[in-house]
């Protein structure tokens, strides 16, 4: 008697089954650690491939040694009598599992740099499964979504992802998936295009998250096993993301003392006395982040009252823009930037400097103290609680910008004092720059002498 195998070898549990049979376009299973979300990742492909001919799953991580090491390993669990018996055939220079039956596809891929898009740009993906979504940057996301395609009606095109907390995209991730509506609701949205008759159409998208928990895991020891390993975490952060996928208080956050109902007030006229300064981070093919910030000469406390935030405009365009922005009459004796503005050129021909640009459009910046530890060290101070339980810096609400990229940053693993610089960070460039070089944009005279301030000798003091 044949013995039956079974293909692949997996028995979804109930989130992992909404996960496989929801009908929005993007789905993202992702949470505590132990759910099953890798599992969930490869038997999906597996099972399309075997489901329909001709069909391309790529799944991803970071790295190609994170790949092998999970995704691999996760193929071969499942189907290790199927690639036995010949049916299903890695193919080492496609990095990539052939099914023999069907001619369908598995390949196994990875996106590191940005370069590595290269590798994807022509290709038409069936299904796009990533694997960790957090460690990668929503760019790149959009890169891949734009490859999900075909001509061929009857194959269906789907994003899976899944993740934990934390990570470079975990800001992105959270507003995309998690805070958009409530777990297991799909999010519809319309599109609007132009047709070539200039008409505009609409397209509706669909998106969901299924929260992952380790109870989704089939195995009642590797549930128990695991769950021993997760509470000797001394991290509570850690062990709170890992246990019970909290998104609002996640593993590696650079500035875990943020909180919204604290740090972010509503806009109000700032009196004409008030020292005010700004600071600016500069950036072209990235974005650049300026930060406007103001001192409360009595309570020494300072508002980040306004941002400027943009991609893609040199800095002749940044700088009109940014004088648009100010008021006629708004006092601002120092503007203070990265002192890498005075040493890249930003034309040969004639050999002037990024900071000659702004100077010609009347943004006449000062050389900041660029020192990354000392500026680390001034933000988690600046977010500190004063004595009347108020932080020392709150943000006006209208920055948006600053308030959704600096609780989203994470610590450099190979650094971890200092913040990974490979996230987005322009925003908090500029306000390290401003805290850090505080005394020399303010008028000194205008601190009552009764209370020097906080930056008496160049930071914080408590």
Not at 95 to 100: E, S
Not at 182 to 210: A, C, H, L, N
Not at 279 to 301: C, E, H, K, M
Request: charged share 25%; glycine share 8%.
């Amino acid at each position: 008697m044949t013995e039956i195998v079974k293909v692949p070898d997996y028995t979804a549990s109930p989130r992992q089954t909404l996960f496989h049979t929801s009908t929005a376009f993007e789905r993202f299973y992702g949470g505590a650690a132990g759910g099953g979300k890798t599992a969930a990742l490869v038997a999906e492909a597996v099972t399309r491939c075997l489901e329909y001919d001709h069909y391309a799953a790529y799944l991803f991580r970071r790295t190609y040694e994170d790949t092998k090491k999970t995704l691999m390993r996760e193929i071969d669990k499942q189907c290790r009598a199927y690639i036995k018996d010949g049916n299903m055939i890695f193919r080492s220079q496609e990095k990539g599992y052939y099914f023999t039956a069907t001619e369908s596809w598995i390949y196994l891929c990875y996106y590191n740099h940005e370069d590595d898009f290269n590798h994807y740009q022509g290709s038409e993906i069936h299904m796009l499964g990533i694997d960790e979504l957090t460690q990668f940057y929503e760019s790149w996301y959009d890169n891949l979504v734009g490859r999900v395609r075909s001509d061929d009606p009857d194959k269906p095109l789907t994003v899976f992802a899944a993740g934990n907390p934390g990570g470079v995209g975990h800001g992105w991730v959270k507003t995309r998936f998690i805070d958009a509506a409530p777990p297991e609701q799909i999010i519809y949205d319309k599109r609007p295009y132009v047709k070539r008759d200039g008409s505009i159409d609409y397209i509706e998208t669909t998106r969901m998250f299924i929260p992952a928990t380790l109870e989704d895991h089939p195995s009642a020891s590797f549930r128990q096993s695991y769950m021993r390993s997760l509470l000797t975490m001394a991290d509570p952060k850690k062990r709170e993301a890992y246990l019970y996928g909290n998104w609002d208080l996640f593993a590696g956050q650079a500035f875990s003392e943020w909180r919204r109902h604290l740090h972010v007030v509503e806009p109000f006229n700032i009196p004409d006395h008030w020292p005010r300064w700004m600071a600016y981070d500069y950036g072209r093919g990235t974005y650049a982040g300026a930060v406007w910030l103001a001192r409360d000469p009595i309570s020494q406390r300072i508002y980040l009252y306004r941002e400027y935030y943009v991609s893609g405009k040199g800095p002749r365009i940044q700088a009109r823009e940014m004088k648009q922005l100010e008021q006629s009459n708004e006092q601002l004796p120092v503007r203070l930037a990265d002192p890498s503005l005075w040493k890249h050129i930003a034309n040969a021909d004639d050999g002037k400097t990024i900071a000659d640009r702004f100077d010609e459009e009347g943004i006449n910046f000062t050389p900041a103290n660029n020192d990354r530890l000392q500026g680390i060290t001034a933000v988690h101070e600046a977010l500190s609680l004063a004595p009347d339980g108020l932080p020392y810096l709150q943000v006006f609400s209208n920055c948006v910008h600053f308030i959704r990229t600096l609780p989203s940053l994470v610590v450099d693993t190979k650094r971890p004092e200092d913040v990974d610089t490979t996230g987005e960070d322009h925003l908090y460039d500029a306000l390290r720059y401003g805290l850090v070089n505080e005394r020399k944009a303010t008028v000194e005279d205008s601190m009552p002498q009764s209370d020097p301030g906080l930056f008496s000798d160049g930071g914080y003091y408590g």
